[in-house]
């Protein structure tokens, strides 16, 4: 399992490469590192995992919304990128998720009315 330090690094460079691979339109790249960080992702519900918990969700959103066609809501095709970066920008000064379209579709913890794929991961990353 990674350390919070770790972890935090590595999602910031994936996200970072991701929105450089949608920007150049090699769509395929998006979240090729996904399944083999969440599997050494550090779990538990520290408060200090929780925006990293929203990132990896968001991240896996932003798969989701590729993998169909790039759905135009809640987020559209061209906005991914940079909310990628600006979730990436946060993770490197350690703060919370700041972009409330982040916040409001990927933090199930403030709004745990969001859907079952958001929850089922967030489950996942404090539980397992």
């Known amino acids: 399992m990674m350390t919070y330090i770790q972890a935090r690094d590595a999602l910031l460079k994936h996200l970072v490469h991701d929105a450089s691979a949608h920007d150049a339109e090699r ?37 989701d919304a590729r993998n169909n066609g790039w759905p135009k809501h ?25 972009d409330p379209r982040v916040r409001r579709q990927f933090d199930a913890v403030a709004h745990p009315s969001l859907g079952d794929r958001v929850q089922v991961l967030t489950a996942r990353l404090r539980d397992r």
């Open 27 to 63: 769509f395929d790249e998006i979240g090729r590192r996904f399944d083999s960080l969440e599997n050494l992702f550090p779990r538990g519900r520290d408060p200090g995992l929780m925006k990293l918990h929203v990132a990896m969700t968001f991240w896996d959103g932003w798969i």
């Open 74 to 98: 809640p987020i559209g095709k061209d906005e991914w990128p940079l909310l990628a970066r600006g979730v990436a920008a946060d993770l490197e000064a350690d703060r919370e998720i700041t």
